[in-house]
Structures are given as C-alpha cells and as structure tokens.
C-alpha cells in the first residue's frame, strides 16, 4: 500500500481547519483507513469539529475492525463511526452555546487489500476520485446547495463555479441530531485513490488534478496537487490524500 498526504492553509486563511488521517489498519495485507474532514464554524471551531469527527471516526473503526469482516460489515461500521461522530459534535455544540453550529466534511475511506477494494462514507463536499488509465472518477456526490440546484436542472456545472451559494452545505456531521451518510464500494484494479476537501476540486479542473494523478507517484502527486491550488490563489485550505494498492 502507498500512501501520501498533504494537508495546507492555503493563501486566504488565518487557520487550518481541515484535518486527514492515513492509518495502516492491517499490517499483514497493508488494508489502510483514510479520513479527510473539513471543518465549518466560527472562532476556531471548525477546526474542533473537524478534529473530533477525524478522530472519532478513526477509533471507532480501529475498535470495531475485524479482517474477516464482508462488505456489509464494513459498511455498516463505517457508517456507524461517522454517526457517532455526529452525535459527538451535536451534543457539544448545544452544550457549549460558543460552537453552535459548527460542523465537519468527513469522507472515510477503508481500501480492503486482500479484496482489492474500497469503501468509502461521506457526508459534505468533501470527495473521493478513482484515477485510472485516463480517466478521473468522482465516486462520491456532493451534499451542497449548488450540487441540489444541478440535479434539479436549475444551474449547469459551469454556473456553480460563481454561484453566491457555491459553499453551502445541505448536510454535513454534527449540523443536525440524525445524519444520513452515503456509501460507496467499488474494485481499485490499479487504480489511484484521492480524497480532498474543496480547496483541491474548488479551483482545480478534473482534468487538471487527472494529468497530476496520472504522471507521478504518489508522494510527488500529492505534492503537485496542493502546488496547483496554491498557484491558483489557494482560497482555502488544501488538505488530500493519494494512494494506491500496490
């Protein structure tokens, strides 16, 4: 398993609040766990948010692992982390009135070596691709207001990009007391892996962040890409990760 991540303030702002985590679970195959979060709220409490999800969903999965587990194991376990998470960061926010209203991204993805399969939750605008060969597939949906006005057909692609609301979440961890969080499993079969927050695919076309996956290794490609958000003014933090099951 290769595994690289960056993780940047960017040029716009006074503080990080996007967190990653890149975690060997399984020593004897290299099956890893990624989570990438992007933390929203005031003060510096997006970066509390943002904290707490990364970390609890890194130790509930670590306590709830078993390598014999299936799919529908899997699934259910990371789903579970990403729900505790929630509870976690709702509660504190109703109890300490200062953090109401903060909230994170979370995108974790478990890469099953033996299977040679990923599986992945997220929950905000934070996303996972597959690159492989010459293409760049986005495997997760957006949960934002701009993503909600294309599927309704009342903005193209192009028209996000400037769109007032461009930033607006419709559903992110610790916002609401009950979180849906959505599932993917797909085969890597050679495939590279990436997980960022938006300060990567908010100013970086596929094509561009395809042409940087498709020409490096790992390490060299994840520090090409927060290069490339930097060059194009780094309006928010940059946090990725890259990885492949070799």
């Known amino acids: ?15 990080n609040q996007d967190m990653v985590v890149c975690e060997i679970i399984d020593e004897s195959d290299g099956s890893a ?3 990438v979060c992007d933390g929203m709220g005031g003060e510096n409490h997006g970066k ?13 999965f670590i306590a709830g692992y078993d390598r014999a587990f299936a799919s529908k194991s899997l699934k259910n376990l990371l789903v ?12 504190t926010s109703h109890a300490e009135p200062e953090k109401s209203g903060m909230g994170s991204t979370c995108v ?8 040679d399969t990923v599986h992945i939750v997220n929950v905000g605008d934070s996303r996972a691709y597959l690159c492989r060969g010459d293409s760049l597939e986005q495997i997760t949906r957006d949960h934002s207001f701009v993503q909600l006005l294309m599927d309704q057909g009342k903005i193209t692609e192009e028209e996000t990009v400037n769109h007032p609301k461009k ?6 961890v610790g916002v609401d007391r009950e979180i849906e969080v959505d599932y993917f499993e797909t085969e890597l079969q050679g495939a590279r892996l990436l997980i960022c927050t938006d ?3 908010g100013c970086c076309t596929d094509e561009e962040i ?3 996956l498709s020409d490096s290794d790992v390490e060299t490609a994840a520090k090409k890409l927060v290069d490339m958000a930097l060059e194009k003014g780094g309006p928010d933090n940059i946090t990725l990760a890259v990885a492949e099951n070799s």
């Open 210 to 212: 395809k042409k940087v």
């Open 167 to 172: 930033n607006m979440l419709i559903r992110a």
């Open 80 to 91: 579970s982390t990403v729900t505790v998470a929630n509870s976690v960061i709702f509660n």
């Open 108 to 115: 974790a993805a478990f890469i099953d070596a033996k299977t």
């Open 1 to 15: 398993m290769k595994i690289a991540s960056e993780s940047d303030i960017g040029l716009c702002r006074n503080e």
């Open 48 to 60: 509390y948010a943002s904290t707490v999800a990364s970390e609890v969903v890194r130790s509930k």
């Open 33 to 35: 766990l990624i989570i």
């Open 199 to 201: 300060g990567l695919h």
